[in-house]
């Protein structure tokens, strides 16, 4: 009787330890407690489990409560670049990361910092990434936490006290990737994938042993442009089906591009890995491929082995892609009732605007409809399952205004689902853009290489066209009915580029907006049930977890990315401010301190005067700085260049764009793309703006401004 009352008491310490009750092991997550994770508190891993639904148990905060939620407990970091990271929640501990790849551990009740990492990613990294200094969040595994940093390191960090277990360099180093995605962990195995599609560089996903750091497998996503073998995964399925898709030689000089930064699920019941694929390294076709050919896999959603990689089924989204319409959004896996059959489905909204329901054991495609006004496709071929793309749109010789933008329909803020309702929450989004081939384009290395010419989208200068422009752009969340394939009920935004979202069994959606707010609708009908004004603009999606009995809502604020960096004249007029982790209860009383706002003074331009061609400048600001200081210098949350001291003379300037003065904050020489006249023609086209905009200058806030900008 002795030895049973042991026994017992072991099998029930191992499902304690299981369980994250009673264990000492700091961060003891595995596949079986994950994929056990839809009936408990926790929130284990990025999309909270492997199906990336983003959809809580939790009910204790509810549609009749949450008018009651208050702040809990908030931490405020170091840095005021764009904040994406989803908190993770195991045993108590909140892991999370904010820009420049830092991660953090806190008390997840109280809010107290057990420690931090800082990988001290290089300021000067900054240039390679196209879209702002983020990093979506961490995975833990076994007593460890993953993060991939924007230097494209893979490390290992013990959960317990921060300590760097293994690093790795998942890149090479002489070429513009970057890392801004979260890791994730399948069967011992962390995968991470990278960015820099823009700049020119070849997409692929790898596996790394979750103990050693050792690669396991790696699958490419595109041909080798020496068209010799990889010995990689991806060398069967490249020859067989991928490298015939590929014509020119203008990819073999980008590597073609299809970059893996994003989404990633996992099946374990048929024990297939998804991953989503990146667009295409020049985004103009005829530029990249002559105009001929599929290029697999670029905006493709793969189906993998996750032991292996091997190759078992993929979809294209956007053959032959033109647009930036990559296929790296959300994927969610979920089971569907589709024509009184049931369905295991893969759900994804991708930038080219369609919502794909997919099967997710085959790859077949079950339907496709687009959830927003698009202009560049009439439908989805259902027999054929591709787009049918209307005449004009692939601007070979001539302009197409098309939306979506390359903000895409549905960007990187994940969707989330509600089983109860049937629903899945999109943050989307119109915008326009005017794709314009660039007659002149050849391959710039470490620049932007997209074979369109963005001087197009330079801004009208009458007031009244500015106007129209705006009011053609638009933020929504809706709410989608994916066997239905229709739109149950949208949420307007006042502001495009808002958050990701979360759904929870209290029959709510969490989701936060440009204009700083953070809300919760009915999951039912979309009726605004609660808000809260974070002064800060939102787009990382929240998380939830309970703790004692008493549920919480965690959100990173800071507002930045592509759509921010690029289009600041549609977002807000704010200036940048620090990020901030929010955790709110219901009762919670904390009190947020009201942000210390730069101070403002006035840049006299009195008698300064240019050497340069304000003309020639215009053209090689939207050639070079545009994607990052928004069209006619714009640009609010990247420096405002209209409001820069260094505008007051040529020597400063040229040791700003030329010598590379400020390289270590991000802002690296553009010698290799023109010379001090080209850089003095474009500070007499910034002077024209500045005059125009009489703009005063912005001192550094209070207290200093963060290490890197």
Same mark, same amino acid.
């Given at each position: ?49 492997? #199906? ?102 893979? %490390?290992?960090? $013990? ?41 020119? *560089? ?27 073998? $990889? ?59 002559? !105009? ?14 996750? $032991? ?72 989805? #071929?259902?027999? =054929?399952?591709? +787009? ?14 098309? %939306? ?31 794709? &314009?081939?660039?007659? !002149? ?10 074979? &369109? ?22 933020? @929504? ?23 990701? *979202? ?32 974070? #002064? ?7 998380? =939830? ?5 008493? @549920? ?128 003095? #023609? ?17 001192? +550094? ?7 890197? &900008?």
């Amino acid at each position: 009787m002795h030895m049973l009352k042991l026994a017992a008491a072991l099998a029930a310490t191992a499902l304690l330890a299981a369980c994250g009750q009673g264990g000492t092991k700091a961060g003891d997550v595995d596949g079986a407690r994950i994929a056990a994770a839809s009936g408990n508190g926790e929130w284990l891993s990025y999309g909270r489990t492997y #199906d990336e639904q983003r959809y809580s148990p939790l009910d204790k905060i509810n549609a009749s409560n949450v008018a009651g939620l208050g702040l809990a407990w908030m931490h405020e970091f170091d840095t005021d670049r764009g904040q994406e990271a989803t908190p993770i929640m195991v045993d108590g501990v909140l892991y999370t990361t904010s820009a420049w790849s830092k991660v953090y551990a806190f008390d997840a009740k109280t809010g107290e910092l057990k420690w931090s990492y800082d990988p001290k990613v290089k300021g000067e990294k900054g240039f390679d990434a196209c879209c702002d200094v983020v990093n979506r969040g961490v995975a833990v595994w076994k007593g460890k936490v993953y993060v991939g940093t924007l230097d494209g390191r893979l %490390i290992a960090l $013990d959960a317990g006290t921060g300590a760097e277990a293994w690093s790795v360099q998942t890149t090479d180093t002489a070429k513009p990737y970057t890392i801004t995605g979260a890791p994730r962990v399948i069967k011992d195995k962390v995968l991470i994938g990278n960015g820099g599609g823009e700049y020119g *560089v070849r997409g692929y996903l790898s596996a790394y042993d979750a103990a050693s750091g050792k690669l396991v497998w790696r699958f490419y996503t595109t041909p080798n442009p020496t068209g010799a073998p $990889d010995n990689a995964a991806s060398d069967k399925v490249m020859k067989e089906k991928g490298a015939a898709t590929w014509f020119g030689e203008g990819w073999k000089a980008t590597g073609g591009g299809g970059t893996v930064w994003d989404a990633m699920a996992y099946d374990p019941e048929l024990d297939l890995l998804y991953a989503g694929v990146g667009n295409g390294s020049p985004w103009n076709h005829v530029k990249r491929s002559d !105009g001929k050919g599929d290029n697999l896999f670029l905006s493709s959603i793969l189906a993998l082995k996750p $032991d292996t990689g091997e190759y078992v089924w993929h979809y294209q989204t956007t053959p032959g892609e033109s647009w930036d319409y990559t296929a790296t959004q959300h994927i969610m896996l979920a089971d569907l009732n589709v024509n009184g059959a049931p369905r295991k489905v893969l759900m994804q909204a991708p930038k080219n605007g369609f919502f794909y329901v997919l099967d997710r054991a085959t790859g077949a495609l079950i339907s496709a409809k687009p959830f927003v006004p698009i202009t560049w496709s009439s439908g989805v #071929d259902m027999k =054929t399952g591709r +787009p049918i793309e209307n005449p004009g749109v692939r601007y070979e010789k001539a302009p197409s205004l098309q %939306i979506p933008a390359p903000f895409g329909a549905h960007n990187w803020h994940p969707m989330a689902f509600n089983p109860k309702e049937g629903l899945v929450y999109i943050p989307a989004q119109v915008v326009p853009f005017a794709y &314009t081939p660039d007659a !002149g384009y050849t391959y710039r290395a470490g620049g932007w290489n997209v074979g &369109t010419d963005f001087l197009a989208n330079a801004l009208p200068t009458d007031k009244a066209q500015i106007a129209a422009v705006k009011a053609m752009v638009k933020g @929504q969340l809706i709410a989608w009915d994916p066997v239905a394939q229709k739109a149950r009920f949208t949420i307007e935004h006042p502001h495009f580029w808002n958050a990701g *979202v979360l759904s929870t069994a209290g029959g709510l959606i969490f989701q936060g907006a440009a204009q700083g707010e953070f809300a919760a609708y009915s999951a039912g009908d979309g009726k605004k049930l609660w808000t809260y004004k974070t #002064d800060n603009g939102v787009i990382a999606p929240p998380s =939830t977890y309970e703790i004692d009995g008493e @549920q919480y809502v965690a959100l990173m604020v800071g507002y930045g990315g592509a759509g921010a960096l690029s289009a600041p004249f549609l977002l807000p007029d704010r200036p940048r401010l620090p990020g901030r982790l929010m955790v709110f209860k219901l009762g919670g009383k904390a009190v947020a301190p009201a942000y210390v706002r730069p101070e403002v003074a006035t840049l006299d331009l009195t008698g300064v005067t240019s050497t340069g061609d304000a003309k020639r400048g215009f053209a090689l600001f939207h050639q070079n700085c545009q994607v990052c200081h928004g069209p006619n210098a714009t640009g609010t949350f990247l420096p405002d260049l209209k409001r820069s001291q260094m505008l007051l003379s040529a020597d400063s300037w040229k040791s700003v764009v030329i010598d590379g003065a400020l390289a270590t904050r991000g802002m690296a020489s553009f010698s290799r793309f023109f010379d001090a006249k080209g850089a003095e #023609d474009l500070r007499a086209y910034v002077l024209t703006e500045a005059r125009g905009a009489a703009a005063p200058a912005v001192a +550094p806030a209070k207290g200093g401004p963060p290490p890197k &900008t």
